[in-house]
Nanobody, 127 residues
Framework: QVQLVESGGGSVQAGGSLRLSCAASGYTGSRNCMAWFRRAPGKEREGVAAINTAGDMTYYAESVKGRFTISQDNAKNTVYLQMNSLKPEDTAMYFC????????????????????WGQGTQVTVSS
């Protein structure tokens, strides 16, 4: 079993940057794919980015390509989401998710695919 704890959320003005962290603990075999999702008020949960922890293959939603970067520090068992050029529409609760399977090139965006979730961290971008 793996536990996930997100941090790094906050309030920022449009055009600013934030870096989210997801610290993982527990069985490493349960987190071969780690991802970030977000849910804005009144909207569906959205897959933002994912990374295969063995191999560094990454996946991004079209809405964040070129602005967000997912990365990992295996020594710290932590996955990061660097968010640049933030927009008001990026405002949401951001969640970290993990699964023992390798990220599916298409299915990674489906929240139902993941076995473990963190509690979330709020990101608010003002105009």
């Amino acid at each position: 079993q793996v536990q996930l704890v997100e941090s790094g959320g906050g309030s920022v003005q449009a055009g600013g940057s934030l870096r989210l962290s997801c610290a993982a603990s527990g069985y490493t075999g349960s987190r071969n794919c780690m991802a970030w999702f977000r849910r804005a008020p009144g909207k569906e949960r959205e897959g933002v980015a994912a990374i295969n922890t063995a191999g560094d293959m990454t996946y991004y939603a079209e809405s964040v390509k070129g602005r967000f970067t997912i990365s990992q520090d295996n020594a710290k068992n932590t996955v990061y989401l660097q968010m640049n050029s933030l927009k008001p529409e990026d405002t949401a609760m951001y969640f970290c998710a993990a699964d023992g399977r390798t990220c599916h090139p298409v299915g990674w965006v489906s929240g139902g695919w993941y076995a473990t979730w963190g509690q979330g961290t709020q990101v608010t971008v003002s105009s």
